[in-house]
């Protein structure tokens, strides 16, 4: 058994990321990449002496970037043509008794499964964490078909600890590749203990996991409203959206007058708490005149992602009785989720007039209101 509490964490970050379809460990959790999430809750214990991630080695630059915010000691071992070579190639550069294998594709591991795993290691020389199974489970190989007794049925999950030289031991004697490292302790004859742990702690696999990841995580929720209005005069262009459309008239003021988008990057700056528009880009402000909004929406973007908030959708309302913008909108969408680098799908403008009523019906100007939903 091991004598000291002392681990190292073997970051798994060798996968493929197929049925994703994109580098799952990239994806933003509540604005921070999935790795760094996966690693923040390690980087908090005292007994986490390192952290080892197996990864190709062509992403070891960007990798190291990213958890260069992390405390703990990061090393990186080249990833394996499988699971387990990744896996063992982090265990042969370990230096501590405990080694805990953790996917770097579980973002929402928690303080508690971490010390538990590790108090269930020194007791017991090795902890897999699994939850119990909620849904009965169907089992059928073509020929036959039954659904076993969920009550000794469990999801596997990670971290999985062990006695470093339990594992060296086990891997010394397996006979096959695994996909699972309490596997490779079955087949050499021994029975992992069972620590458990949390629902919460999922596998990003598919892109319905984002949006669950991102759920999970919703104690960092903000919501953000913003309003502006522009007077429209002549003499000026008119753009709306970042999309510039013939009209006699344009809206006045010290940038472009985009209304629009001056309403969206409120309602951002607002959600995330960071003030508004007229304190980050003052009207006072030589740099500022003529500017260009969309521009300006990349930086709120930009200041947003640096304060680790993620850019969940936007709706926005422009009320003006003309001119008729509904043929513009999809443009807007497109610049709009561009410049903020999240999908069109999440972005939502809406045109509607006031029926000749007030400043905006009497054709004087343009209001616009925006609302965001953030989290970080």
């Known amino acids: ?107 929402l591991i928690s303080r508690r499964t971490i010390l538990d795993s590790i108090a269930d290691t020194i007791k017991y020389g090795s902890s897999v964490v699994c939850v119990p199974c909620k849904d009965t489970i169907r089992y059928d190989d073509g020929c036959k078909a039954y659904s076993p007794d969920r009550k000794s049925l469990y999801a596997v999950q990670t971290p999985q600890s062990f ?3 339990l594992y ?100 951002l700056l607002g959600a995330a708490a960071l003030g508004d528009i007229g304190k980050l880009f003052p009207d006072n402000d030589p740099e500022y005149e003529g500017a260009n909004s969309i521009r300006l929406l990349e930086r709120v973007a930009k200041l947003l992602a640096e304060k680790g908030y993620s850019i969940l959708n936007c709706d926005i309302t422009v009320i003006a009785q003309a001119p008729k913008l509904s043929p513009h909108i999809g443009s807007m969408r497109q610049r709009l989720s561009a410049a903020m680098g999240i999908p069109v799908e999440r972005v939502s403008v809406k045109a509607t007039t006031e029926e000749g009523l007030g400043f905006t019906g009497q054709k004087e100007g343009i209001a616009a209101h925006a609302v965001s939903l953030i989290c970080g």
């Open 1 to 107: 058994m091991p004598r000291s509490a002392d681990s190292e964490v073997i970051l798994a970050c060798g996968g493929k990321s197929t049925r994703m379809g994109q580098n799952k460990l990239l994806v933003p959790i509540c604005g921070k990449p999935c790795i760094l999430r996966s690693c923040e809750a390690f980087d908090k214990i005292d007994e986490v002496r390192r952290i080892i991630v197996a990864a190709p080695k062509e992403l070891w630059r960007e990798y190291s970037e990213i958890l260069s915010p992390l405390r703990t000691p990061v090393t990186f071992v080249d990833a394996g043509a499988t699971r387990q070579e990744s896996v063992m190639n982090g265990v042969e550069e370990a230096k501590e008794e405990i080694i805990m294998i953790h996917d770097g594709a579980r973002p």
């Open 163 to 165: 006695s470093r030289r």
């Open 168 to 267: 060296l031991y086990a891997a010394h004697m397996a006979d096959s590749d695994y996909t699972d490292d309490a596997q490779l302790l079955d087949s050499a004859g021994f029975k992992p203990h069972i620590t458990i742990g949390e629902y919460a702690n999922i596998k990003l696999t598919t892109p319905e996991d984002i949006i669950m990841a991102n759920s999970l995580s919703g104690s960092g929720m903000r919501i953000g409203h913003g309003y502006d209005v522009h007077r429209l005069v002549e003499g000026r262009r008119f753009i709306l959206g970042g999309v510039e459309i013939n009209y006699q008239r344009g809206l006045l003021g010290h940038s472009d007058a985009d209304v629009l988008t001056h309403a969206l990057m409120d309602s």
